[in-house]
């Protein structure tokens, strides 16, 4: 693995965000409106669904990254919060399902993009923020 591709640096991570988002938007574009919006998975979530899902969490992230409670910034109840994250996951499907496909794109570019709140921009221009990152995926830092 060489030091672009490694998700302790900065870099790594920028390169891996965007590799995912430039994925994202491709396989986006060969889907119609009402694929995105009625054909489910085998757990009934849909295309919509799932990009609800990655907008809220990335919010959750950024939010971590300012020294913030990643639960607050996501708008999830203690109750649910300690339920774990099918419990989470349920209620930001339920949050965002009455929403437009349109509705729930803008969300996710508004956190993915170069608005000073998204993860990207954060990462490109934060440098600072990228001691988080060494925090293993398990620990409780991502859990505040």
């Not at 870099?11 to 694929?35: H, S």
């Not at 950024?62 to 708008?75: D, F, I, N, Q």
């Not at 956190?111 to 990228?130: A, D, I, N, V, Y």
């Amino acid at each position: 693995m060489n030091q672009a591709d490694n998700l302790t640096t900065r870099e790594g991570v920028m390169r891996q965000l965007e590799l995912g988002w430039n994925n994202l938007q491709t396989d986006l574009t060969a889907l119609t409106e009402e694929q995105q919006t009625h054909l489910k998975d085998a757990v009934g979530w849909t295309v919509k669904d799932h990009l609800s899902h990655l907008a809220i969490w990335e919010q959750g992230v950024l939010a971590l990254l300012e020294g913030k409670s990643k639960r607050e910034a996501m708008e999830i109840p203690p109750e649910i919060w300690e339920q774990g994250d099918d419990a989470i996951n349920a209620v930001i499907q339920v949050r965002y399902g009455d929403w437009s496909l349109a509705e729930v794109l803008r969300l996710l570019r508004k956190s993915r993009t170069g608005h000073p709140t998204s993860l990207c921009w954060q990462f490109r221009h934060e440098p600072s923020k990228k001691a988080a990152l060494r925090q293993p995926l398990h620990s409780k830092f991502w859990r505040r």
